[in-house]
């Protein structure tokens, strides 16, 4: 069993910043892409930003240049520092990985529970 464990949401004003982080945990024989979505009220899930096992890097435009992700493989964490917040990037952020399990050939999606992110005016 894998589970996915994020941390580190919160209100913040407007210009701020948050570090969120989700650690991987459980029979995990390796992972992929790990990465972020948020899903904000009435809007569909949409992916943040992800990284992949090469350090591979992708950014929706909307946060570029303010988020960072970055990730431990070692300890198999992603992080997501973002700074300049606004109050649109207010959101339940998700941590998704791509893991592939203990005797297994396949890659499965795992998300963690959600994270909210509140950014006032």
């Known amino acids: 069993q894998v589970q996915l464990v994020e941390s580190g949401g919160g209100l913040v004003q407007a210009g701020g910043s948050l570090r969120l982080s989700c650690a991987a945990s459980?029979?995990?024989?390796?992972?992929?892409?790990m990465g972020w979505y948020r899903q904000a009220p009435g809007k569909q899930r949409e992916l943040v930003a992800d990284i992949t096992s090469g350090g591979t890097i992708n950014y929706v435009d909307s946060v570029k240049g303010r988020f960072t992700i970055s990730r431990d493989n070692a300890k198999n964490t992603v992080y997501l520092q973002m700074n300049s917040l606004k109050p649109e990037d207010t959101a339940v952020y998700y941590c998704n990985a791509k893991i592939r399990i203990t005797y297994s050939f396949a890659s499965y999606d795992y998300w963690g529970q959600g994270t909210q992110v509140t950014v006032s005016s």
């Open positions: 459980g029979s995990i024989d390796s992972i992929n892409a």
